[in-house]
């Protein structure tokens, strides 16, 4: 795409009310734009780089089975009463509105209610499970503080996966699976060697639950890493379990972490509240076990713009940035123009800078937006044979002929 | 995918409170679940037909200069007081909530206010100009009865596209173009022979808006075909406009229809609330031109069920199809497999029945759900040659070599 015809435009300056890095970065880049504190609108580049998160994560929950689905944001109360949820005593971060008859309806935050009892229409024999089923939905959260950008907004875009099984072992052999998953998801998104396995308060079924913690000076949560085994136990139960669950190591490195994901055994908590049940193979009505798997994929691109960023801007990793390629032509219009419809040929997702602005605005604003390969076509570089190609996350260029570089991006 | 898999099940009952055509043959295939009367979710045949729909608006919409974003359901009510739309007076069918500190907040019914602020950001030179933005997003209007469907729910997507224009010219060039997109959108997914674009009130700016009406019988407005140039009249201005504006024929064919879009200039009045201006090439502060652009791609799902299907069950044309081919094997399980391979292979998207039920429940199951390709694998087939083949839309079957139908799949 041609910069020129990007509507959107970098800025020098963040606004004077927003104090997270991960949102100052994203604002000044055109990425996302702030309409009240914790909620934020997805500019072009922004919804790019969304977009290719979410695929990562649809790739992995496909791959563990996982069918694609989409709930409602608002919510029967009826629903939530099943599970004495409703109450904003019980849930303290509820947005809540009304029907015009005076009705209250909820805004979901979560969907473990309205999930399981339309499950009731599909579950009914052995034959019917296991079953696990996703989505990539906008969630809501009445936070009494937004402060932390796209990683805790008051709305935001939540994958979450249920999983429906027959019992404990079915239920464990999936739980297993959505950890490998899960680890997949970071490593791929370029935060894997960051990234935590963290056990946490399981609840009344299973000792654990598990999050997935990002270390990062912003975060809001305390974890205990073990680095024999790279697990982590968060802050919450550090005083039953002082030891690494996996390995006993009692030498744990303390660490500011944010909370990039999370997986929970749910038990028979909700199958019970709704009566969700199969039959057996001896036909006796059998309660489903549940399970519920969550990751953000705004706060995933907010944890990696905060995490992986340096003093001149975003570092995009090259699988989530908007373009492969960001070309700044310095005054060479007829040969970058050639080049650029080279790149788009070859399906190169190619940022094309050709506005008439200084070369440092160009260098400035490449660097802000965080594009991998930043490559400049100038009469110094062409007259050396080429094009200067410098990766955004390393410090030296090199030039280059036009059709190494071409093929150097197969 | 193997419809053993497939979580959802088939009913032959809709819910007794479900009165509307679409919403039931949904229900009952297993698209669509009902949360509350107009509020649906997307099962995973839904949403398959709902990306599918979303992605031939998204090519239309691109093709014409558009850009995708992302703006989000909680609303300033500062915004909406620019434009006096924040009063429940003005608005009838606001949803609101609250943050925890007590402001009250909207939730988007539509989204010029916090656009054309957001747009003060990006606009500042006629070197900006033309701007088309828009964006597949969640939607939500208080309506007092919800009683169609997914043609009018309470909570619904919306594809909404603003376009920023210098100069009326420039708009009307732009307004001419969704036009020729819009008529490409609805040939597209096969209403459009049934759907006329009908003059409607203009508002201030303009003599006329235009809105797209299906012809159904399930439909809440009347319109009036002038069936020389296959335009329409809306009701609203029929007595204004007693004859086609494009003809002048006055022998009109009264109908009843479904809005399945609408475009709209609107001139600058949310570019004088806001103050969006640009420099002009004088340097002179001069008010950005608009227009928005509508089309529910969950209305248009609902318009093409209500208007497409039969007595037996849903009929989707193939483009927007969640398979191409229902494979339906009658006790053949070996080489039902092998052919679902082979459709695999070739990259055709497939339901292959290989449940365990009677080929008379996998017939009727495949009639309600609408797959263009009905494909039976049987002995019987086998012994005549191949597999048996009917289009859904079609009546009569033949008899085919595999190889053959794997080629005319081309």
Redo the contacts between chains.
């Keep these: 795409m041609k910069q ?6 970098t ?1 020098k300056e963040a606004p004077k009310d927003e104090v997270s890095k991960n949102a100052q970065l994203l604002i000044r880049g ?1 990425f996302v ?1 702030k ?2 504190a914790g ?6 580049l ?2 790019k780089v ?1 977009e290719k998160i979410n695929n990562v994560i649809r790739k992995e929950m496909n791959a563990i ?1 996982g ?10 109360q009826e629903v939530w009463k099943q599970t004495n949820r409703w109450s904003d005593e019980v849930v303290d971060n509820w ?7 005076g009705t209250e ?1 909820g ?1 979901g935050f979560t969907h473990e209610e ?1 999930i399981t009892k ?2 009731k ?3 009914s024999s052995f ?2 499970l296991p ?1 696990s ?1 996703y989505q990539i939905q ?1 969630k ?1 959260r ?3 503080r937004a402060k932390s950008g796209i990683m805790r907004g ?2 935001f875009f939540m994958k979450d996966l249920y999983s429906f099984s027959k019992n404990i072992d079915e239920h464990n052999e999936f739980y297993e699976k959505s950890k490998i998953a899960y680890k997949n998801i970071f490593n791929t998104v370029g935060i894997g060697d960051m990234t935590y396995m963290t056990f946490a308060s399981g609840g009344t079924f299973s000792k654990y639950s598990h999050e997935f913690q990002t270390l990062s000076s912003a975060g809001e949560d305390t974890i205990y890493v073990c680095d024999k085994c790279s697990v982590a136990i968060n802050d919450e139960i550090i005083e039953e379990q002082k030891s690494c669950p996996e390995c006993g190591n009692t030498e744990l490195r303390k660490e500011k972490a944010i909370e990039a994901g999370n997986i929970f055994s749910l038990g028979t908590k909700f199958s019970e509240a709704f009566d969700l049940t199969y039959k057996n193979e001896k036909g006796e009505e059998t309660l489903v076990i549940m399970g519920s798997y969550g990751i953000g994929p705004g706060r995933l691109m907010g944890i990696i713009v905060e995490t992986l960023s340096d003093e001149k801007g975003i570092v995009w990793p090259e699988i989530i940035a908007p373009f492969k390629v960001h070309l700044l032509n310095l005054g060479q219009d007829e040969k970058a123009e050639e080049f650029y419809e080279q790149l788009n040929k070859k399906g190169v997702e190619v940022l094309f800078d050709d506005r008439e602005v200084s070369a440092g605005e160009k260098f400035a604003d490449s660097d802000l937006l965080g594009i991998p390969y930043r490559v400049i076509i100038s009469e110094k570089s062409l007259a050396e044979g080429g094009v200067e190609v410098k990766k955004r996350n390393e410090t030296d260029s090199e030039i280059i002929s036009i059709d190494d570089f071409l093929n150097k991006l197969k």
Tied chains: 1, 2.
């Design positions: 020129s015809k990007l509507f959107t435009k800025r055109g734009n309409e009240i909620v934020y609108s997805f500019l072009p922004g919804l969304l089975g069918q694609e689905l989409f709930m409602t944001v608002l919510q029967d947005f809540k509105t009304n029907l015009k008859n309806l805004m309205p339309m499950m229409n599909h579950i034959k019917d079953i089923v906008t809501f009445n936070e009494a008051r709305e």
